[in-house]
């Protein structure tokens, strides 16, 4: 965007195009939701980055220093190996570039996800569909997580969450020995409360 800004005034129908046309709303329109669900799918993909376009446009219009402030980006996001929320991540955008939350709107919001309720375990006819079971771990400690009593136990880390794609109908075992069902749309739940 900066580039189209900057040094080609040719492509300006691009910036104009991103600044005045409706795009309809995908279902999962939170960064939150895009983050927890790995991107979802290619249409919400797509979406998300016309979004992200429009953004920056504002932002370079805002803020004459943006290119530059890409040392600051590097500087709060340098440290891969310890995953941060994307609360996290918002407070930190808005830091750099104080109106991100404003220009961003609702996409800031928490995430429409739906919440997943653990149930005694049960068999349950699997499916051919597969959905997204995501799991946050908001406690300071791993939290064991089993697809079935036989299979390799996996985890999520501490202060952190895991995506699991599994077949709608089947069941992720929670430490406690309770189960969360995969359902036809994806769903979220939360072990401890971030401080």
Same mark, same amino acid.
């Not at 709303?25 to 927890?36: H, I, N, P």
């Not at 996001?77 to 310890?82: C, I, R, W």
């Not at 009593?149 to 075992?173: A, H, K, Q």
């Given at each position: 965007?900066?580039?189209?800004?900057?040094?080609?005034?040719?492509?300006?129908?691009?910036?104009?195009?991103?600044?005045?046309?409706?795009?309809?709303?995908?279902?999962?329109?939170?960064?939150?939701?895009?983050?927890?669900?790995?991107?979802?799918?290619?249409?919400?993909?797509?979406?998300?980055?016309?979004?992200?376009?429009?953004?920056?446009?504002?932002?370079?219009?805002?803020?004459?220093?943006?290119?530059? !402030?890409?040392?600051?980006?590097?500087?709060?996001?340098? +440290?891969?190996?310890? #995953? /941060?929320?994307?609360?996290?991540?918002? *407070? $930190?955008?808005?830091?750099?570039?104080?109106?991100?939350?404003?220009?961003?709107?609702?996409?800031?919001?928490?995430?429409?996800?739906?919440?997943?309720?653990?149930?005694?375990?049960?068999?349950?006819?699997?499916? !051919?569909?597969?959905?997204?079971?995501?799991?946050?771990? +908001?406690?300071?400690? #791993? /939290?064991?997580?089993?697809?079935?009593? *036989? $299979?390799?136990?996996?985890?999520?880390?501490?202060?952190?969450?895991?995506?699991?794609?599994?077949?709608?109908?089947?069941?992720?075992?929670?430490?406690?020995?309770?189960?969360?069902?995969?359902?036809?749309?994806?769903?979220?739940?939360?072990?401890?409360?971030?401080?």
């Amino acid at each position: 965007m900066a580039y189209i800004r900057s040094e080609r005034p040719d492509l300006k129908f691009f910036l104009e195009d991103r600044r005045s046309r409706k795009t309809s709303l995908s279902r999962y329109a939170t960064f939150d939701d895009y983050e927890y669900l790995n991107g979802i799918d290619a249409p919400t993909s797509y979406w998300f980055l016309f979004q992200m376009e429009r953004i920056a446009d504002a932002l370079l219009a805002k803020h004459s220093g943006f290119v530059a !402030s890409m040392a600051k980006v590097k500087a709060q996001f340098g +440290d891969q190996g310890k #995953p /941060v929320s994307p609360e996290v991540v918002r *407070d $930190r955008l808005e830091a750099i570039w104080p109106a991100f939350i404003e220009i961003a709107g609702s996409l800031t919001g928490p995430s429409t996800i739906a919440n997943a309720i653990p149930t005694p375990c049960q068999a349950a006819a699997k499916s !051919s569909k597969f959905s997204g079971v995501v799991i946050r771990n +908001d406690t300071d400690t #791993p /939290v064991a997580i089993q697809r079935a009593p *036989d $299979r390799p136990t996996l985890f999520v880390r501490e202060r952190s969450w895991r995506t699991f794609n599994v077949p709608v109908g089947s069941s992720l075992i929670l430490p406690d020995g309770k189960c969360l069902l995969a359902q036809e749309e994806p769903t979220m739940f939360v072990m401890g409360k971030r401080p």
